[in-house]
């Protein structure tokens, strides 16, 4: 397995993503906001740190979908559904919760358990490593 470059896999959103990779950086991302919950939690320190804390939470994983789908052939802005998906299913339920659920049941298929596409795609090479 290739070694994680950090910084790309936060901040970047060209390229591809194996899925490897990708279940590292969705469990940190979660693992993240699941500390930021537990730590500020109280409705006075959200108000205070949320502003800072949920945009940078969703760029991040902006560009974890985005290049997970690249490797799955599909362009970048797949990746706009899942994150308004993942944001509308924290809040308060309501009936258009459903449709919210079907999309990151969808997403979770598609990026976490389907592999790649083999070889080089219009995104780049392929981010697991070919036999010789």
């Not at 390229?15 to 930021?36: D, E, I, K, N, P």
């Not at 108000?47 to 799955?72: E, H, N």
């Not at 999309?103 to 592999?115: C, Q, R």
Request: proline share 5%.
């Amino acid at each position: 397995m290739n070694a994680i470059d950090w910084k790309t896999l936060f901040i970047s959103a060209e390229g591809r993503l194996s899925r490897t990779h990708f279940w590292v950086a969705a469990g940190l991302l979660v693992g993240v906001l699941m500390l930021y919950e537990a730590v500020f939690g109280g409705r006075t320190w959200q108000l205070l740190t949320g502003w800072m804390i949920y945009p940078i939470l969703i760029y991040v994983g902006s560009c974890v979908f985005a290049k997970r789908f690249q490797d799955r052939g599909r362009s970048g802005w797949f990746a706009a559904p899942v994150v308004l998906a993942t944001i509308g299913v924290l809040g308060p339920w309501n009936p258009v919760d459903l449709v919210f659920w079907g999309i990151l049941i969808w997403a979770t298929v598609e990026l976490a358990v389907m592999t790649g596409e083999q070889g080089a795609n219009r995104f780049g090479i392929s981010p697991v490593r070919q036999p010789a």
